[in-house]
């Protein structure tokens, strides 16, 4: 029963990675800017704006037409081009930019447009055969060196996780806030199987609910973690068998792949629980798998 439980939860974590992971290409726009243009460049498009102050770039917003100037507010000379796919695994597009320098002050904003919009390769072209293959290349060179600033930060994630305190048990939470810093609300629900060595007797329901505030760390391409620091409030399997538990808990949750949908959770509290009786200390640690299975860009 407790082999059984722990593989069921396993299982069930695997079969829905599968499913919101989708393949290593992921829509978005990475963008190549040169020395020689003063940073931070400025994107507009659709009525929105980034900031760019890196001189390389990737998010996972498309980017099909934009007005990009440069630090001193100069209009930017670019090369557009784009990568898309479509197939039974799935579809995406991904633009790029290689920004090579800028309009003299004299320019217009107008004749600027019009170079940009004229140098955007049709994807039937030799031309954007090339500017692709450049791209998707010098994408994957710098992919563990490139900063994403505005990464799925957003979104409802699943866990399944193993603890001495709240058992085996299922964690959803919901992240709201920047790329970088934001809070979150969790809620979690399971059974102490492995802990309940009294044969017969009837599994008591484990949960909590929390509220926390989550610091992101420097991403990558396949790579990213962040610290996750709140209080959680519910009953548990210590001191006593569902007895009331009040923590202060410690996690942090690191994801892999380019779409950073899959990965591991780890993490540890301190506390007071009790049953109608003085409070007692309580401790925790605990450890699993986590799957973002809605995900948006705060962009």
Same mark, same amino acid.
């Given at each position: 029963?407790?082999?059984?439980?722990?593989?069921?939860?396993?299982?069930?974590?695997?079969?829905?990675?599968?499913?919101?992971?989708?393949?290593?290409?992921?829509?978005?726009?990475?963008?190549t800017i040169s020395s020689n243009v003063a940073l931070p460049v400025h994107v507009r498009f659709g009525g929105k704006e980034i900031t760019i102050a890196s001189y390389q770039y990737t998010t996972y917003t498309r980017i099909s037409n934009a007005t990009i100037t440069d630090a001193h507010g100069r209009n930017c000379? %670019?090369?557009? =081009?784009?990568? !898309?796919? &479509?197939? $039974?695994?799935?579809?995406?597009?991904?633009? /790029?930019?290689?920004?090579?320098?800028? %309009?003299?002050? =004299?320019?217009? !904003?107008? &004749?600027? $447009?019009?170079?940009?919009?004229?140098?955007? /390769?049709?994807?039937?072209?030799?031309?954007?055969?090339?500017?692709?293959?450049?791209?998707?290349?010098?994408?994957?060179?710098?992919?563990?060196?490139?900063?994403?600033?505005?990464?799925?930060?957003?979104?409802?994630?699943?866990?399944?996780?193993?603890?001495?305190?709240?058992?085996?048990?299922?964690?959803?939470?919901?992240?709201?806030?920047?790329?970088?810093?934001?809070?979150?609300?969790?809620?979690?629900?399971?059974?102490?199987?492995?802990?309940?060595?009294?044969?017969?007797?009837?599994?008591?329901?484990?949960?909590?609910?929390?509220?926390?505030?989550?610091?992101?760390?420097?991403?990558?391409?396949?790579?990213?973690?962040?610290?996750?620091?709140?209080?959680?409030?519910?009953?548990?399997?210590?001191?006593?068998?569902?007895?009331?538990?009040?923590?202060?808990?410690?996690?942090?949750?690191?994801?892999?792949?380019?779409?950073?949908?899959?990965?591991?959770?780890?993490?540890?509290?301190?506390?007071?629980?009790?049953?109608?009786?003085?409070?007692?200390?309580?401790?925790?640690?605990?450890?699993?798998?986590?799957?973002?299975?809605?995900?948006?860009?705060?962009?």
């Amino acid at each position: 029963m407790k082999k059984r439980s722990i593989i069921i939860l396993l299982s069930f974590l695997l079969a829905c990675s599968g499913l919101f992971a989708g393949n290593n290409a992921f829509d978005g726009t990475t963008f190549t800017i040169s020395s020689n243009v003063a940073l931070p460049v400025h994107v507009r498009f659709g009525g929105k704006e980034i900031t760019i102050a890196s001189y390389q770039y990737t998010t996972y917003t498309r980017i099909s037409n934009a007005t990009i100037t440069d630090a001193h507010g100069r209009n930017c000379i %670019y090369r557009h =081009s784009y990568d !898309s796919h &479509s197939g $039974s695994n799935g579809s995406y597009v991904h633009h /790029y930019y290689n920004i090579t320098g800028v %309009y003299s002050s =004299s320019t217009s !904003s107008s &004749s600027s $447009s019009s170079y940009n919009s004229g140098s955007s /390769y049709n994807s039937g072209s030799r031309a954007s055969e090339f500017g692709s293959a450049m791209g998707k290349a010098a994408m994957q060179m710098q992919a563990m060196e490139r900063v994403y600033e505005d990464y799925h930060a957003g979104g409802f994630s699943l866990a399944a996780t193993v603890s001495p305190t709240w058992g085996e048990n299922l964690e959803m939470r919901f992240r709201y806030g920047s790329s970088r810093l934001g809070g979150d609300v969790t809620g979690m629900v399971g059974y102490d199987w492995i802990n309940n060595k009294n044969i017969g007797e009837t599994y008591k329901l484990n949960w909590s609910v929390g509220i926390g505030m989550y610091f992101g760390g420097r991403p990558s391409y396949l790579y990213l973690w962040d610290v996750d620091l709140g209080v959680k409030f519910g009953k548990s399997s210590k001191p006593y068998n569902n007895a009331w538990t009040a923590m202060i808990d410690l996690s942090t949750t690191h994801l892999v792949g380019p779409e950073h949908v899959i990965g591991l959770i780890a993490g540890a509290g301190i506390g007071l629980g009790g049953n109608g009786k003085s409070p007692d200390f309580v401790w925790d640690v605990r450890g699993g798998i986590v799957i973002y299975f809605l995900q948006w860009n705060w962009l």
